[in-house]
């Protein structure tokens, strides 16, 4: 659990912040314990994760700054004794209807992408990386789930919680463990 401590306990935030900071803040950090969680009861292909210590990438697509702000804390940390690794990037690079060959081979080399306020086209272009995804896609965009991304935050005045699309993870490589997958919603 110490990467969970790490996360909450981090002082990422400035003390003097107003309460719609300190509520996103808050927000953020719940946020980052779930993904923490998704991945502790997360299976992936020996062929994409072969070893028990094997770096585990997470690509956080994100402009606002978050991903600046944790990135010293999940590059210390380990979940199920793999280093964390985090590629930042801005924003997706589309030209004429394809990711940029940079980004998409990052994507693709990843393990979790967390897409933070996606763009629905955008969703489109990351299931359509590969026919049977061996990487866990997490977004915080409004009906995520239901647009193709595996799990989709949701929130509502202080909570958080989160859709689960089964079919999006059915079709995928990974094995997400049923008991995380009950406590969210699922859509189809």
Known sequence: MPL?????????????????????????KIKIAYMVNFIRFTVWPESHLPNDDSTLVI?????????????????KAKINQH???????DELKITDGQIHEEQKNKLLASHVIYYRNAHKSDI????????????????DMK????????IGFKESSSKVGFYVNINA????????????????????
């Open 4 to 28: 969970l401590w790490i996360v909450l306990s981090v002082g990422m935030l400035g003390q003097s912040e107003s309460s719609e900071s300190a509520r996103e803040n808050k927000i953020q």
């Open 59 to 75: 690509s956080m697509i994100d402009n606002s700054g978050f991903a600046q702000k944790i990135q010293g804390s999940l590059s």
């Open 83 to 89: 280093p964390i690794q985090l590629h930042i990037i």
């Open 124 to 139: 489109e272009f990351l299931t359509g990386l590969q026919d049977q995804p061996q990487f866990l896609l997490l977004g």
């Open 143 to 150: 009906d995520f789930a239901e647009h193709g991304g595996m």
């Open 169 to 188: 993870i059915r079709q995928s490589k990974i094995q997400i463990s049923s008991k995380v997958l009950r406590l969210g919603t699922t859509v189809r």
